[in-house]
């Protein structure tokens, strides 16, 4: 069985600070591990994904998340955050196959001017 | 090409109805999640299939909830007997999942389901 651990429902940071979302996970194998975003009314889109190589995976609209497998987890950063960074932010667990991925329950990002 | 349809997209109904929730996945995915999301909420995982298999419903809520999934494509989310609480926003999601590897979940825009 797996899990996912988002710490922290709201987090607020100024317009250019760094953005750091914490998520931390459980897996009994290698897990694949993803961001998604949403943002306001609108569905959710893969923001980046860890399936196996590097550990410092890039995505979308500057965003990166390292994988490290000692501390179980799977932060997202951006260094500079922007005012179209506000929305909510998921992380999600996979075994992997035909397995079911799990989400964590969200992190609402707010960017203040 | 098309993404994950969902429809209807806003369903207001009266405490008491049934309603049904459509989804159409991506041609060729084999897997097929529904979630819902309350207002101000996370994701709550509702019921998970992966091709031919049993689906995974272990998120239902109740037995009011039901979902099938028609010749491994679209899928239909039944809600009987609809309680105020039942009011939220579903989500559709499918996935392209083969041995050995994760696929990347899409996801549809939702229905807005209001029981009054």
């Known amino acids: 069985a797996q899990s996912v651990t988002q710490l922290g429902s709201h987090v607020s940071v100024s317009e250019g600070a760094l953005v750091l979302l914490r998520c931390n996970y459980s897996s009994s194998v290698p897990p694949y591990l993803f961001w998604y975003v949403q943002y306001p009314n609108q569905g959710l889109q893969l923001l980046l994904k860890y399936t196996t190589g590097a550990t410092l995976v890039k995505g979308i609209n500057g965003f990166e998340a390292e994988f490290k497998k000692s501390e179980t987890s799977f932060h997202l950063t951006k260094p500079s955050a922007h005012m179209s960074d506000a929305a909510e932010y998921f992380c999600a667990v996979s075994p992997g196959g035909y397995q079911k991925v799990t989400f964590g329950t969200g992190t609402k990002l707010q960017v203040i001017p | 090409g098309a993404g994950v349809s969902q429809s209807p997209s806003n369903k207001v109904t009266e405490k008491g109805k049934d309603v049904e929730l459509r989804c159409d996945p991506i041609s060729g995915h084999t897997a097929l999640y529904w979630y819902r999301q309350s207002l101000g909420q996370g994701l709550e995982f509702l019921i998970y299939f992966q091709g031919n298999s049993a689906p995974d419903k272990s998120g239902l809520p109740s037995d009011r909830f039901s979902a099938e999934r028609t010749g491994g494509s679209v899928s239909t989310l039944t809600i009987q007997r609809t309680q105020q609480e039942d009011s939220a926003v579903y989500l559709c999601?499918?996935?392209?999942?083969?041995?050995?590897?994760?696929?990347?979940?899409?996801f549809g825009e939702g229905s807005r389901l209001t029981v009054l």
């Open positions: 999601a499918s996935s392209f999942t083969a041995r050995g590897g994760a696929g990347e979940l899409f």
